[in-house]
T-cell receptor, first 117, second 110 residues
């Protein structure tokens, strides 16, 4: 089946530890995104990537890092510099089109819950 | 910063009633999209309306867009218990990534 796979679904991080969230898509989409969602809140953009080997900071990139070595993969590392990492993390992808009527519809994975213990 | 803000934050209705939620945004947009999220799950795209469109329908969904007021509304007609979810508007401003609002939590009582 085509889609976006995030793993793990649940992850626990100890203080001072880096953790990596996996995101893989087989939709042949060029663009990929990471959003953070706090309980009862909306989504905030962490990083996004339009093509392989290129990515841009979103609104809350501090304490996070990403890589885009392959078109289908966009892992997110939550570093020890992120002081309040407990949240729901959503990976997404879209066909990257150009022009005014691009209308990028985003397809989401099922999310990963990260908790600091 | 949040580009879109939904209103109300929470809405509780009976099955069969209509549900209306509103979204306001701050800057010019190329298009506005609505997404649905079941608790603890990813978001699912519902409908997209472009800046030169005023109204769009999809099944029981009706979306309006007023660019002069920078606002949009989502109407779900004849609601069902299965419509219980959070609904988010998202704006495409040409930044290459959608900006999401804070969402409306809809509870449909059977």
């Amino acid at each position: 089946d085509g889609g976006i796979t995030q793993s793990p679904k649940y992850l626990f991080r100890k203080e001072g530890q880096n953790v990596t969230l996996s995101c893989e898509q087989n939709l042949n989409h060029d663009a990929m995104y990471w959003y953070r969602q706090d309980p009862g809140q909306g989504l905030r953009l962490i990083y996004y990537s339009q093509i392989v080997n290129d990515f841009q900071k979103g609104d809350i990139a501090e304490g996070y890092s990403v890589s885009r070595e392959k078109k289908e993969s966009f892992p997110l590392t939550v570093t020890s510099a992120q002081k309040n990492p407990t949240a729901f993390y959503l990976c997404a992808s879209s066909i990257e089109e150009s022009g005014f009527y691009s209308g990028n519809t985003i397809y989401f994975g099922e999310g990963s819950w990260l908790t600091v213990v | 910063s949040q580009q879109g803000e939904e209103d109300p934050q929470a809405l509780s209705i009976q099955e069969g009633e209509n549900a209306t939620m509103n979204c306001s945004y701050k800057t010019s947009i190329n298009n506005l999209q609505w997404y649905r999220q079941n608790s603890g799950r990813g978001l699912v795209h519902l409908i997209l309306i472009r800046s030169n469109e005023r109204e769009k329908h999809s099944g029981r969904l009706r979306v309006t867009l007023d660019t002069s007021k920078k606002s949009s509304s989502l109407l779900i007609t004849a609601s069902r218990a299965a419509d219980t979810a959070s609904y988010f508007c998202a704006t495409d401003t040409g930044r290459r990534a959608l900006t999401f609002g804070s969402g409306t939590r809809l509870q449909v009582q059977p």
